[in-house]
């Protein structure tokens, strides 16, 4: 029953577009109150835990780090070289959104930052192209989910926070699935798109490869200093998104010249307005995992899916499917 009450208050609270923390929050007080005698201080105390973190630092810095690649100018290189490899294709400026995300990926770690730098810049111009602006917003959506797994991901970190799973042997895992599904959508792109777009973009006709790649050398430098940084086992993921920061900064500073000391503030507080909400579910979530173990809520999940599921194939495709339904919310 307390399970029931449990997820049944937080299905119902999403379902009145309650904010998902939250949504978390008082079904997990509820449940508290309803169906055991612990203290109420329970959910405070494990909502400071939950944030209280040293691997949880990577994520403001990488998003940090995405702010000043965005703004920076080193997004806008990226972009202008995937135009250049990929902008012949039909249907060409989603693979260009799709190829700029893998690129991103590999440096913000976040699939709304991911989204919200390529997005801002192609949107308009598929609109531009004539592409239907529903389609053009879902493939570059679609394509923000890339952030999360290529390296280096966010929700990585906290998969390794949570079950204590190296997080240098998550983002190694995530290379090859990150690729493939980038060159899925590229595909579903190409398939999908009726027009043809033009070989290029007209700006950059003049430019080639070369050009465009010594441009965006010092982008493309970021995720290997990053990633190398941690696989060599020079610095911890935290330290590597420090490092990813102050990269960031120095090229967009004094390479490209393209932010001032003065943008600073403004992109210091974009980061912590987006941290802060991301913190709140956060702080909660790690209250409400508190509370299912206390219901064993997920001990009734295991021995239900070992005792009707026997092979590993079928437990895998149940996996899939609750993740599917868990990742809809």
Do not use: H
């Amino acid at each position: 029953m307390d399970i029931l009450v449990l997820f049944g208050t937080f299905i119902l609270l999403v379902i009145l577009t309650i904010p998902i923390g939250y949504a978390i929050g008082i079904s997990t007080l509820v449940t508290l109150v309803c169906f055991t005698n612990m203290p109420l201080a329970l959910i405070t105390q494990n909502a400071i835990t939950g944030v209280d973190s040293f691997p949880l630092m990577a994520i403001p810095f990488f998003m940090l780090a995405g702010n000043f690649m965005r703004y920076g100018g080193i997004s806008k290189r990226l972009l202008d070289l995937a135009d250049n490899i990929v902008g012949f294709f039909t249907g060409g400026l989603g693979a260009i959104t799709t190829f700029t995300a893998m690129f991103y990926a590999a440096i913000s770690g976040s699939g709304p930052a991911t989204v919200s730098a390529i997005g801002s810049m192609m949107i308009p111009e598929m609109e531009k192209e004539k592409y239907d602006k529903a389609w053009a917003t879902a493939i570059t959506c679609c394509g923000g989910i890339i952030g999360v797994i290529i390296p280096p991901s966010i929700p990585f970190v906290l998969y390794s926070l949570a079950t204590g799973v190296s997080t240098g042997d998550l983002f190694l895992a995530g290379v090859i699935p990150g690729i493939l599904i980038g060159l899925f959508m590229m595909a579903y792109a190409e398939c999908m798109s009726k027009q043809r777009i033009r070989a290029k973009m007209s700006e950059l006709r003049g430019n080639g490869f070369l050009k465009l790649f010594a441009d965006s050398f010092f982008a493309l430098l970021c995720p290997i200093i990053v990633l190398g940084g941690i696989y060599s086992g020079i610095v911890t993921p935290t330290e590597a998104a420090c490092v990813s920061v102050f990269y960031a900064l120095f090229v967009s500073l004094v390479v490209y010249r393209s932010i001032t000391l003065k943008d600073l503030i403004p992109f210091l507080a974009s980061s912590v307005k987006t941290y802060g909400g991301l913190a709140f579910v956060l702080a909660f979530a790690t209250a409400f995992g508190r509370v299912l173990s206390l219901t064993r809520a997920t001990k009734v999940i295991e021995d239900f899916i070992v005792g009707n599921f026997t092979t590993s194939w079928s437990v895998l495709s149940v996996l899939v499917i609750l993740f599917l339904i868990l990742g809809m919310v």
